[in-house]
C-alpha cells in the first residue's frame, strides 16, 4: 500500500490544524510500513493507541475553531469525527481478540479516512476560516 505523501493540495490554510494533520498521516504512513506485522504485533497497538489518542486529540481542536467560528457544517463534522473514533475502537476490540484481518482492514481504512475527510470535508471549512481571519 503507498503512503499518503503530504503536499499543499492537503492544506486547510490554518496552521494548527495543518500541523495536525501532518502528525496523522505521519502516524498513518508508520502503520502502512509495518504492512507484515502481525495483529497481536505490540507494535500495531502501541501505534493504533497512539492513532486513536492524537485523532482525538486533533478533533478536539477542530471543533472548538468550529464552535468558536460558528461553522455551519460542525453537526456534520462532529458525526464524522465520532463515527471515525467508534471505528477506531472497533480496531482495538480486533486486535485484542487478534482477529488477524484487522492490520489489512485498519491500514485501507486509515489511510481512505484521513485522505478523503481532509481533502473533501476539512476543505469545506478552508475559505470559511480564511474569510474570518484565522490562518
Known amino acids: 500500500?503507498?503512503?499518503?505523501?503530504?503536499?499543499?493540495?492537503?492544506?486547510v490554510g490554518v496552521r494548527d490544524?495543518?500541523?495536525?494533520?501532518?502528525?496523522?498521516?505521519?502516524?498513518?504512513?508508520?502503520?502502512?510500513?509495518?504492512?507484515?506485522?502481525?495483529?497481536?504485533?505490540?507494535?500495531?497497538?502501541d501505534t493504533l493507541t497512539k492513532m486513536t489518542q492524537y485523532a482525538g486529540d486533533h478533533f478536539k481542536a477542530e471543533e472548538q475553531y468550529m464552535l468558536n467560528?460558528?461553522?455551519p457544517e460542525y453537526s456534520s463534522q462532529k458525526k464524522q469525527h465520532q463515527e471515525f473514533k467508534k471505528k477506531t475502537?472497533?480496531?482495538?476490540?480486533?486486535?485484542?481478540?487478534?482477529?488477524?484481518?484487522?492490520?489489512?482492514?485498519?491500514?485501507?481504512?486509515?489511510?481512505s479516512?484521513?485522505?478523503?475527510?481532509?481533502?473533501?470535508e476539512d476543505m469545506k471549512y478552508k475559505e470559511f476560516f480564511h474569510a474570518r481571519g484565522l490562518k
Open 1 to 11: 500500500m503507498e503512503k499518503i505523501v503530504w503536499d499543499e493540495g492537503f492544506s
Open 17 to 45: 490544524l495543518d500541523e495536525q494533520h501532518k502528525r496523522i498521516i505521519t502516524i498513518v504512513n508508520t502503520l502502512i510500513d509495518m504492512k507484515d506485522a502481525e495483529v497481536d504485533s505490540e507494535i500495531i497497538s
Open 69 to 71: 467560528y460558528e461553522y
Open 89 to 111: 475502537v472497533d480496531f482495538c476490540v480486533g486486535t485484542m481478540v487478534h482477529k488477524i484481518t484487522i492490520p489489512t482492514e485498519m491500514f485501507a481504512y486509515l489511510k
Open 113 to 120: 479516512w484521513w485522505t478523503n475527510h481532509i481533502l473533501k
